[in-house]
């Protein structure tokens, strides 16, 4: 019962800024780590950035300085604000998430993604 949706994707040139958003619906008593990964064609998921529940954050060395990762622990809610966007920033984006449902245990959810392109 308990679901991530992403919304916000689209298709933007290159220089240009996106912001990507995710909120967690169902059972839930609390959310651990929460963030972003993202898959290109032909290539592995990778990590985005991520944000645990007390406010640290972890970002791939290649997004360092362009994106930034917020999240609102009372809405279940996670955000990615990404500028300065790259045609290697094309890529189906998912939202993540380690979730203590009510009632327990605790589990790890994905959204079903949402589909950024950088293209001129």
């Known amino acids: 019962q308990v679901q991530l949706v992403e919304s916000g994707g689209g298709l933007v040139q290159p220089g240009g800024s996106l912001r990507l958003s995710c909120a967690a619906s169902?059972?839930?008593?609390?959310?651990?780590?929460m963030g972003w990964y993202r898959q290109a064609p032909g290539k592995q998921r990778e990590l985005v950035a991520t944000m645990t529940r007390g406010g640290r954050t972890n970002y791939a060395d290649s997004v360092k300085g362009r994106f930034t990762i917020s999240r609102d622990n009372a809405k279940n809610t996670v955000s990615l604000q990404m500028n300065s966007l790259k045609p290697e920033d094309t890529a189906v984006y998912y939202c993540?998430?380690?979730?203590?449902?009510?009632?327990?245990?605790?589990?790890?959810?994905w959204g079903q993604g949402t589909q950024v392109t950088v293209s001129s």
């Open positions: 169902g059972s839930i008593l609390s959310i651990y780590d």
């Open positions: 993540n998430a380690d979730i203590i449902t009510n009632p327990p245990p605790r589990s790890n959810y």
